[in-house]
């Protein structure tokens, strides 16, 4: 089965420009989750769907991000206007969550993307 | 906002030897998982243990779990050159268990 896939791989651009990047989740998960890691600030939660609705948007740094989930099997996470400070790498993780109530409390593992690696010049 | 807290925060050891790795929290949790994460790669679960389990196995790697002191640990046995890189734990807190809470995560290089 094909894992989560993100693109693309590696982004440089320059500051001011918008960037935009993609996930494909695995097919069947209800839940998927955008991170940023930096050295600094390790694995930072941005945003999760669950069913394509955004649950918690907490995490995300300021209105120059956005994210969405237009069905099942897409999401975008889109920073405009880009800043050096965003450079990072931007992970998508997807999941089955099952609801509180059963076994291990509903949070299954999450599986990864490779990872966007975002520069911003 | 981080949870748990991997110790240490780095660890290199000689192939063939055992590496512990811990993992501290501070909330009622459901769950706690560990991952592992490859240089320029995504994160990998490795392991569940759920919150009314001790211990558990799974191949090299053993985990502990002890709610009482909000602790885990992570023991990998007999490891490879293969088991360079970083390890993380994330919970799976009670009452707001949609998301997982990661550590910083603990870097293992292991010498051949």
């Known amino acids: 089965d094909a894992g989560v896939i993100q693109s693309p791989r590696h982004e440089v651009t320059e500051m001011g420009q918008e960037v935009t990047l993609r996930c494909k989740p695995i097919s069947g998960h209800n839940s998927l989750f955008w991170y940023r890691q930096t050295m600094m600030r390790g694995l930072e939660l941005l945003i999760y769907f669950n069913n394509n609705v955004p649950i918690d948007d907490s995490g995300m740094p300021e209105d120059r991000f956005s994210a969405k989930m237009p069905n099942a099997s897409f999401s975008t996470l889109k920073i405009q206007p880009s800043e050096p400070r965003d450079s990072a790498v931007y992970f998508c993780?997807?999941?089955?969550?099952?609801?509180?109530?059963f076994g291990t409390g509903g949070n299954q593992p999450q599986h990864f993307g490779d990872g966007t690696r975002l520069s911003i010049l | 906002s981080q949870q748990g807290e991997e110790d240490p925060q780095a660890l290199s050891i000689q192939e063939g030897e055992n590496a512990t790795m811990n993992c501290s929290y501070k909330?009622?949790?459901?769950?706690l998982q560990w991952y592992r994460q490859n240089s320029g790669r995504g994160l990998v679960h490795l392991i569940l243990?759920?919150?009314n389990e001790r211990e558990k196995h799974s191949g090299r790697l053993r985990v502990t779990l002890d709610t009482s002191k909000k602790s885990s640990s992570l023991l990998i046995t007999a490891s490879r050159a293969a088991d360079t890189a970083s390890y993380f734990c994330a919970t799976s807190n009670a009452g707001n268990n949609r998301k997982l809470i990661w550590g910083l995560g603990t870097s293992l290089a292991v010498n051949p």
């Open positions: 243990i759920r919150s």
């Open positions: 993780a997807s999941s089955f969550y099952i609801g509180q109530w």
């Open positions: 909330t009622s949790i459901n769950n």
